[in-house]
C-alpha cells in the first residue's frame, strides 16, 4: 500500500509522492510542527539539525508560498478543517483552560472523512481544540484512537499543567508517560502504530507535535549539539528542535 506524507510545519508542507498506479487509497501521514519558524529548519539555516524532517523534504515537494496561522489552536483547526479559524470560533489560543471553550463542531474535518471512507484514524499529540464536553474529545471528532493530551503549554517531562497531570491513552489517564519527554512518546507510538497496522485498510495517522511550543525544554543530549549558540534559551530551543527533527 502507498504512502502520502505531509509534514506541515509553520507554513510549508512536504509531500513525498504516492504510486500513482495503485488503486488502494494511500496511507497518509500529517505531522503538525507547533509555533516553528521558517528560519528553525536545517534546509534554511545550516545551524540547525533536522535531519529526518530534511529528508522529507529533500524527498518531497516543498510548498512554502503561503501563510498558516502564528498560534497552536487556530493552526489545528484550520489544518482539520480547511477553514478559517476565525469562522470556527477557534480564531485564538484555547488558554483559559477554565472557561469553556472549543473548535466548532459544525465543520468536517479531515478524520471524520477519511474515517467514513474506511481509513483507520489515529491521532498522536497535543490536541488543544476543546475538551469541555466530550463531544469535542479526539475520539468523538473522527478519531479511532488518541495518545497524548488535551491541553497546551504543559510539562515535556511530567506532562503537567497548573498542577493538572494530563496524559492520556484514548480516554484513560497514561500515569506511564510521566518522566518521559513528550517527543520520545509521540515517535514511540507512532512508529508502533505504524508498524502494526492492519494492511487491509488504509491509515490516517494525525502526529499534532508538542514542540516547539512552550515551556522551553529539550533533552541535555541535544542542547550539547548547540554550544556554539551563545543564548542559553536559544540553545534549548534548537535542541527541542532536532530532538523532534
Not at 5 to 29: E, G, K, M, R, W
Amino acid at each position: 500500500m502507498s504512502w502520502l506524507y505531509i509534514s506541515l510545519i509553520s507554513f510549508f508542507f512536504i509531500f513525498s509522492s504516492s504510486d500513482a498506479t495503485t488503486t488502494a487509497p494511500p496511507n497518509i501521514v500529517i505531522i503538525l510542527a507547533d509555533d516553528l519558524g521558517f528560519n528553525d529548519v536545517s534546509w534554511h539555516n545550516p545551524v540547525v539539525k533536522t535531519p529526518h524532517l530534511e529528508e522529507l523534504a529533500r524527498n518531497g515537494i516543498l510548498l512554502e508560498q503561503h501563510y498558516s496561522q502564528p498560534l497552536c489552536s487556530p493552526t489545528r483547526a484550520a489544518l482539520l478543517t480547511g477553514r478559517y479559524p476565525s469562522t470556527l470560533a477557534c480564531r485564538r489560543v484555547l488558554s483559559n483552560h477554565s472557561t469553556p471553550g472549543a473548535c466548532s463542531l459544525t465543520s468536517l474535518q479531515w478524520q471524520t472523512t477519511s474515517k467514513s471512507a474506511g481509513y483507520s484514524t489515529h491521532a498522536v499529540g497535543k490536541w488543544h481544540l476543546g475538551f469541555c464536553k466530550e463531544d469535542y474529545l479526539p475520539m468523538n471528532r473522527g478519531f479511532d484512537h488518541h495518545y497524548g493530551f488535551w491541553l497546551g503549554a504543559e510539562d515535556y517531562y511530567n506532562h503537567t499543567r497548573e498542577d493538572g497531570y494530563d496524559f492520556r491513552n484514548d480516554m484513560e489517564v497514561d500515569e506511564s508517560a510521566k518522566g518521559v519527554y513528550s517527543s520520545v512518546l509521540f515517535s514511540r507510538q507512532s512508529d508502533q502504530i505504524i508498524r502494526h497496522h492492519d494492511q487491509s485498510s488504509p491509515l490516517f495517522l494525525y502526529i499534532p507535535l508538542q514542540s516547539v511550543h512552550g515551556p522551553i525544554e529539550a533533552p541535555q543530549e541535544y542542547v550539547d549539539l548547540y554550544q556554539d549558540v551563545q543564548d542559553e534559551q536559544r540553545r534549548v530551543f534548537l535542541g527541542m528542535v532536532t530532538a523532534s527533527g
